[in-house]
């Protein structure tokens, strides 16, 4: 198939964790592309149910749902979301990756995702990727991104666009970026973005949970103020 022409426009494939940022994208990528695909990874993750969730989550948004196993992701490296016998950092190092960084994952998952595309006509690939609170992962950076999108094109003789709508927000704004598209409770209460595998508001104290606390708090706290200017 020669995929510069026979590529559909409009059609787009979200990378989908069921997690805050990657379902805000989803209902981000249904605004502006008539047709949706949400793909998710099973990667050895020690909370395998977010695959349920994303799943349910993807019929909720009446999506084209599809899973991935690349385990072999969890067993080439050790951290600490692949491997139970490893506590995760609780803070982000000063230097270095924190342990809960899974090496290569979003360059496996943005490679799979673009073969995966391709065999479906599409040339859009969106990921919740942000550079703003990257928390030490090198692979959420735009100049990785940029890297693999011209990468990716080669590889394939494709024409390929990665969409990172969070690459320069933070979670403030991404929270607000799913008020506006009308979503807030649904990500609110149907994502999970917890370390420690619970759903909603999490855990509280991981900092993937504190992250997404306090983005929401700061969010909040601004619509409000701005509900009352009004
Ligand atoms: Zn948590």
């Given at each position: 198939?020669?995929?510069?022409?026979?590529?559909?426009?409009?059609?787009?494939?979200?990378?989908?964790?069921?997690?805050?940022?990657?379902?805000?994208?989803?209902?981000?990528?249904?605004?502006?592309?008539?047709?949706?695909?949400?793909?998710?990874?099973?990667?050895g993750?020690?909370?395998?149910?977010?695959?349920?969730?994303?799943?349910?989550?993807?019929?909720?948004?009446?999506?084209?749902?599809?899973?991935?196993?690349?385990?072999?992701i969890g067993r080439l490296g050790h951290n600490s979301l692949t491997d139970t016998s490893i506590?995760?950092?609780?803070?982000?190092?000063?230097?270095?990756?924190?342990n809960t960084f899974v090496p290569?994952?979003?360059?496996?998952?943005?490679?799979?995702?673009?073969?995966?595309?391709?065999?479906?006509?599409?040339?859009?690939?969106?990921?919740?990727?942000?550079?703003?609170?990257?928390?030490?992962?090198?692979?959420?950076?735009?100049?990785?991104?940029?890297?693999?999108?011209?990468?990716?094109?080669?590889?394939?003789?494709?024409?390929?666009?990665?969409?990172?709508?969070?690459?320069?927000?933070?979670?403030?704004?991404?929270?607000?970026?799913?008020?506006?598209?009308?979503?807030?409770?649904?990500?609110?209460?149907?994502?999970?973005?917890?370390?420690?595998?619970?759903?909603?508001?999490?855990?509280?104290?991981?900092?993937?949970?504190?992250?997404?606390?306090?983005?929401?708090?700061?969010?909040?706290?601004?619509?409000?103020?701005?509900?009352?200017?009004?």
């Amino acid at each position: 198939m020669n995929c510069n022409e026979n590529m559909n426009h409009d059609a787009a494939l979200v990378v989908f964790s069921g997690g805050q940022d990657s379902t805000t994208c989803l209902f981000w990528a249904k605004r502006r592309f008539a047709r949706v695909y949400a793909l998710s990874f099973v990667y050895g993750q020690k909370h395998a149910a977010e695959v349920d969730m994303a799943r349910s989550i993807a019929e909720r948004a009446d999506v084209h749902f599809d899973v991935m196993d690349v385990s072999f992701i969890g067993r080439l490296g050790h951290n600490s979301l692949t491997d139970t016998s490893i506590c995760m950092d609780q803070e982000v190092p000063l230097e270095g990756c924190p342990n809960t960084f899974v090496p290569g994952r979003n360059l496996f998952f943005l490679s799979i995702a673009a073969v995966y595309a391709r065999e479906h006509g599409i040339c859009h690939i969106v990921t919740g990727v942000s550079q703003t609170d990257f928390s030490g992962y090198p692979d959420c950076r735009d100049s990785f991104i940029k890297s693999l999108n011209v990468t990716l094109n080669l590889a394939m003789d494709g024409q390929f666009v990665i969409h990172t709508p969070l690459m320069w927000i933070d979670k403030a704004r991404t929270w607000a970026l799913a008020d506006e598209l009308g979503v807030l409770d649904l990500v609110r209460n149907e994502t999970m973005t917890c370390y420690n595998g619970v759903k909603g508001d999490g855990c509280g104290y991981c900092p993937a949970c504190r992250l997404r606390r306090e983005g929401l708090e700061k969010y909040l706290q601004q619509r409000q103020w701005k509900e009352k200017k009004n």
